[in-house]
């Protein structure tokens, strides 16, 4: 069953602007290992983001390290998730997290799709190659 469904755009070029204007804002957003990414592969990033906490509700409290972007051995992109964002997708029942990225012509964009059981019937341990488990 789906439970949420997120999206969101991103200004590539506006994007790079607040990264210069805010250095701050990439570590407080972004891991290590994402800060390591490109500036448009960072702004993708920060869309998938926005994207997992529209389709979670958008509750208050979600913080920006609990949902990390990394990539599997195929090189598509899956959240690995902790604290915050972990328990919030138990609350759901979240058992699988799609993740879609993409970049070009100035505009990054991310699509998130979660699927469970429904409200409260996931174990919500962490996050491999988007299954929560």
Do not use: Y
Request: aromatic share 4%.
């Amino acid at each position: 069953m789906i439970i949420g469904v997120g999206i969101d755009v991103v200004d590539i070029g506006r994007f790079a602007e607040s990264l210069e204007r805010t250095p701050a804002l990439a570590e407080r957003v972004f891991t290590p290992g994402e800060r390591k990414r490109s500036v448009p592969s960072q702004a993708a990033r920060f869309a998938a983001k926005e994207a997992l906490a529209k389709a979670l509700g958008a509750p208050v409290g979600l913080q920006w390290h609990d949902a990390e972007v990394v990539s599997d051995h195929a090189g598509r992109p899956w959240f690995s998730v902790t604290g915050s964002v972990e328990r919030r997708c138990a609350e759901l029942g979240v058992q699988n997290v799609h993740l879609s990225l993409s970049h070009d012509a100035g505009v990054a964009s991310a699509m998130v799709v979660l699927e469970g059981q429904g409200q409260g019937q996931g174990q919500g341990q962490g996050q491999r190659q988007g299954q929560v488990s």
